[in-house]
């Protein structure tokens, strides 16, 4: 049985522009708590205690809020990533601490606790594989920027990063039960033209020597990839009535149109109309009348008395919908 889980966090996210200036890719909110904490909590439901998370050097945010704001029952290592060079090298730094089977996921993707307890349950199944993935049923286009998975009944024949020419439909994404006999493919892995190692060409080298790998088919997986993902991960929660609390003083005049999140220390101005499915971060200010619907207001910004933000994520002065993201 599965009691540990590798999370990588040393990944600055760049692409996603303004969201990441002043706090990297791991501490964007999800109502209320980093992203790294969802994913996390998602694995600690699915009885996860023992977590190792490779963090990169601006990274001591994410061991300050575990260390003082997560759960008390669980065991957290650190292992800094000075520079991300891939997978493999991230997990043979987190190896020293790997302590039996485990699971390996990252910031950027969330799914169901489902599918979590789904792919656990697959892995302790067969217990001489080295491997069980998460796919997802795909188009070819999307396969070319994915790990291409071929499957022969129940069974992985072959898995491909990022193929020219797609032979089927379906992908993996990063969320992976290991057995410990995988650590011995890492050294194997060369160095990508993106100058990365990845842990798809340690799986195939697996089934290249004969392993078994075996996958589970994801009811859902939202990805952190653009800067407007950040809203639909965002929805996501709040449809599954997840934390969605308001915690701050607001007018009597105020209408509020569930689900709503709101943090403490936000400010909303009078007769203002919050949701649906909005979600206000610590440190945002609404101006009085104005219209706030499917929208993610971030720290440190402002909606002016009587504007409309419909569809978009607001950070300071920046406005990111679904045209404009990075």
């Known amino acids: 049985m599965i009691q540990q889980a590798v999370i990588l966090a040393a990944g600055r996210g760049t692409r996603l522009g303004d969201l990441t200036k002043d706090r990297p890719k ?19 439901e699915a009885g996860i205690r023992r977590f190792v998370v490779v963090v990169g050097l601006d990274e001591g945010g994410v061991a300050s809020y575990l260390s003082s704001s997560w759960y008390p029952d669980t065991e957290i290592k650190f292992v800094l990533q000075v520079v991300p060079t891939g997978t493999v090298d991230a997990l043979l730094l987190a190896a020293p601490h790997i302590d039996g089977s485990f699971l390996l996921t990252s910031v950027d993707n969330l799914t169901s606790l489902e599918h979590i307890q789904s792919l656990l349950a697959r892995f302790d199944q067969f217990p001489d594989q080295i491997a069980a993935l998460s796919l997802l049923e795909t188009t070819p286009d999307s396969i070319k920027t994915s790990p291409e998975v071929i499957i022969d009944g129940d069974w992985v024949t072959a898995i491909e990063e ?21 650590l011995e493919f890492l050294p194997q892995v060369k160095i990508s033209p993106r100058s ?25 997986r939202l990805h952190l990839a653009r800067a407007f993902d950040l809203l639909a991960i965002n929805q996501r929660f709040l449809s599954e009535q997840r934390d969605t609390h308001i915690l701050s003083e607001i007018p009597d005049s105020v209408r509020i149109v569930p689900p709503v999140r709101i943090d403490p220390n936000v400010t909303v101005g009078q007769d203002a109309r919050i949701g649906p499915n909005v979600y206000l971060e610590s440190g945002a200010a609404i101006g009085q009348g104005a219209v706030l619907a499917n929208s993610v207001i971030l720290t440190g910004s402002f909606v002016p008395a009587g504007d409309v933000c419909q569809g978009q994520i607001l950070y300071r002065k920046t406005r990111i919908s679904e045209k404009t993201s990075p």
Do not use: C, H, N
Request: glycine share 6%; charged share 25%; aromatic share 10%.
């Open 26 to 44: 791991s501490m964007l909110p999800v109502l209320g708590k980093p992203i790294v904490v969802r994913v996390m909590d998602r694995m600690r």
């Open 162 to 182: 990022k193929p020219v020419t797609p032979r089927g439909t379906w992908s993996s994404f990063m969320l992976y039960a290991f057995a410990p006999r995988l």
């Open 196 to 220: 990365e190692r990845d842990i798809v060409s340690a799986i195939q080298a697996g089934i290249k020597d004969g392993a078994r790998v075996s996958y589970v088919i994801a009811d859902w």
